[in-house]
Every structure is written in C-alpha cells, then in structure tokens.
Nanobody, 122 residues
Framework: QVRLVETGGGLVQAGGSLRLSCAAS????????MGWFRQAPGKEREFVAA????????YYADSVKGRFTISRDNAKNTVYLQMNSLKPEDTAVYYC???????????????WGQGTQVTVSS
C-alpha cells in the first residue's frame, strides 16, 4: 500500500544540519503514522521520532529532542526530519517507516524505506 523512499542524507560537520525527506507513493499515506528510525553499525535499529496521521502529535527520543523536528505534508505525501546541532553519535542509516498507529516501537511499523546514510564528522 505504501512505498517509502528516503533522501537528504550525507556528510556534515558536527553542529551542522540536514533535512531528510521521505516520499510515499501510496494514496493512503495520510492514514498512517510516520516514524524515523536509525541504525548504526553493530547496533539495533532505534527510534528517533514519530508523528501521527494528523500531524498534531509528535514523539522524540531523548537523545534527539530539542535538536530534531519531524513534520509531514500529506498533500505532498512526504514526511521530513529536520536535524540540527548534529553530533557524531547521530551517525547512522536513517529509515522512514509507516504504521497504523503512533508508537515508539519499530515492531509496530508496517512499511519501511531503504534508508539514507547520515555521517557526522568531528
């Protein structure tokens, strides 16, 4: 029902910013909660941020709260992750996900993109 493609990753210096985009192909995009997760080498995929289908409720991991902002534009079938004040520990592959409800758990998301690499240098 939903195909997700992430863009916007790259190499940035510590303290810099990136904006990730996740474009969805499904016409039912607006019915899904959307989440961002990340996975560093040798580590489990972890929650970063999520937004409900209306866009009025957001969740953030403690490690990114105050630095990252998730938003969505249902008219464009796109969810964004604005990342500011980036730290080397933010380095990971970032994945966009769609699910039936707003949760912190990766197990609750049904559709996943292929990921985009974010590398933050010291």
């Amino acid at each position: 029902q939903v195909r997700l493609v992430e863009t916007g990753g790259g190499l940035v210096q510590a303290g810099g910013s990136l904006r990730l985009s996740c474009a969805a192909s499904g016409r039912t995009f607006s019915s899904y909660a959307m989440g961002w997760f990340r996975q560093a080498p040798g580590k489990e995929r972890e929650f970063v941020a999520a937004v409900n289908w209306r866009g009025g409720i957001t969740y953030y991991a403690d490690s990114v709260k105050g630095r990252f902002t998730i938003s969505r534009d249902n008219a464009k079938n796109t969810v964004y992750l604005q990342m500011n004040s980036l730290k080397p520990e933010d380095t990971a592959v970032y994945y966009c996900a769609a699910g039936g409800r707003l949760t912190y758990s990766k197990n609750d998301y049904e559709y996943w993109g292929q990921g985009t690499q974010v590398t933050v240098s010291s």
